[in-house]
């Protein structure tokens, strides 16, 4: 199959907006009866449900912050009694105190229709085994990605994030043809098979489905590489539903990924005033979840940084998102120049003698700030060249305008992921 709802993804512009617009209308009226937060932020701004006439409209409203969120901990932002709640799950807490979400089982049902979309934009259909190590738990990307797979049809095997050993075994043996899990996980995957010599030319994996944390071309060339597979990104959080808010298609890789623009409605505004961007500017992301019962969210600011875009040449009518180069609050300032790790991976991927296993040292000497590189050569005897270690800092400091110290290290000395997201950034300065 080529979609799993090709009527919903294929919808024209105007049935796509007339929809939208049908949805927030039912939304704006649920959320100010339902939740008091947001009734209060209407009356605060002077504003009614019904002056939102369409998603035109839709900037009129306030954002909802994850403060918003922590202040009505844990279940103070839910829009249905408990008793309509099937399942509750938190994020991962990657920046502070978790945030607790509800699902009904029609918010259920949306997240399986949504992910089952993202499986096979990725590659997977029905039929075949999904080798699924993304973290079951609180976390959503274990039972999301389950969820999805069951509702296409595929066989899911529930390997969770972890024990890398019985994870190979599981490779070789059970035959899964469709992998997903954390890219950084998948480099670790991928670095295990070639240190143990297992040709992964063996292997019955075709499709990994990567995303939960920013990744770069650096990084899928290493894992395509690795695991023999077209690895595409998945992109999701738990306030807005979990994985599948967003999916690349394998045929259409690095034009951007597909955000299920039925059910979230994407803006990307200014980090500093809000205002909101035209497509192709790169801003803050932000949602309004138009179909979801049980924890609704209107404007929500992900901290997410990238670009939204029409794609006309696309299979899908919907909007594409460019890849996340970082979190809001994960950018460092650093001399007064904005950085993201994610352009240091970039820059990492042009030298053919480094693996794209790295990470950022960030210190304070003599009051000023100070990053240290640190890259792994793929060989031993690389980690002493000077050479490629001054070429890597001059062109860091071409490109981003910084300068960093390079610290060349031997192959498998920086931490890998054991089976979640990974941090590539050691914060050292005093807080
Ligand atoms: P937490 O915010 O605690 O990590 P989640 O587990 O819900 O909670 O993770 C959601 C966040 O993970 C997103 O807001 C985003 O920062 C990151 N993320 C998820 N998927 C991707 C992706 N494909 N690319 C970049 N970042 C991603």
């Known amino acids: 199959m080529e979609y799993f709802n090709k009527e919903k993804e294929t919808l024209s512009l105007d049935a796509l907006r007339n929809l939208q617009n049908k949805r927030l209308s039912h939304l704006l009226e649920r959320v100010y009866e339902n939740v008091p937060f947001y009734k209060r932020q209407f009356d605060q701004a002077g504003l009614h449900p019904d002056d939102i006439k369409s998603v035109d409209d839709i900037s009129k409203i306030p954002f909802t912050k994850k403060s918003d969120l922590r202040d009505h901990y844990p279940y103070g932002m839910f829009a249905t009694p408990m008793d309509e709640v099937q399942r509750i799950h938190a994020s991962s807490g990657t920046t502070g105190k978790p945030t607790v979400v509800g699902y009904t089982k029609n918010d259920l049902e949306v997240f399986d ?114 695991l023999q597979i077209t690895a ?20 259409e890789q690095g034009t951007g990924s597909y955000i299920w623009e039925d059910h979230f409605y994407p803006e990307v505004v200014d980090r500093d005033t809000g205002k909101v961007l035209p497509f192709g500017q790169e801003g803050v992301l932000v949602f309004t979840t138009l179909t979801k019962e049980a924890f609704p969210l209107l404007r ?100 981003i305008g910084l300068s960093m110290n390079v610290t060349l290290c031997s192959p498998n000395t920086i931490p890998k992921s054991q089976g979640g997201k990974l941090s590539r950034i050691v914060d050292r300065r005093e807080k």
């Open 113 to 226: 229709e949504v992910v089952a979309r993202s499986l096979v934009a990725a590659g997977a259909q029905p039929g075949m085994k999904l080798h699924n190590a993304y973290g079951y738990g609180l976390f959503t990307g274990g039972l999301g990605m389950h969820g999805g797979a069951t509702k296409l049809g595929m066989a899911v095997i529930p390997v969770s994030g972890g024990m890398t050993e019985r994870q190979l075994t599981i490779l070789q043996d059970f035959k899964p043809e469709v992998i997903c899990c954390t890219p950084s996980y998948a480099q670790t995957l991928s670095a295990s098979f070639l240190e143990k010599g297992i040709d992964t030319k063996d292997l019955a994996v075709k499709f990994g489905v990567l995303g939960a944390e920013p990744w770069t071309e650096a990084i899928r060339s290493q894992v395509e590489e690795g």
């Open 300 to 399: 929500y600011w992900t901290n997410d940084i990238c670009s939204i875009n029409y794609d006309a040449n696309a299979k899908r009518s919907h909007i594409k998102m460019s890849s996340i180069k970082g979190r809001s609050d994960d950018m460092l300032i650093i001399r007064g120049v904005n950085l993201f790790y994610t352009q240091v991976e970039e820059i990492i991927h042009q030298f053919g003698a480094l693996t794209p296993n790295y990470r950022l040292l960030v210190t304070k000497e003599k009051n000023m700030d100070q990053v240290c590189v640190e890259v792994e050569t793929k060989s031993h005897t690389d980690a002493a060249n000077n050479n490629i270690k001054d070429q890597i800092a001059l062109k860091i400091k071409d490109t």
């Open 232 to 251: 595409t990104n998945i992109y999701g959080l738990s306030e807005i539903i979990g994985p599948g808010v967003s999916q690349e298609d394998f045929e």
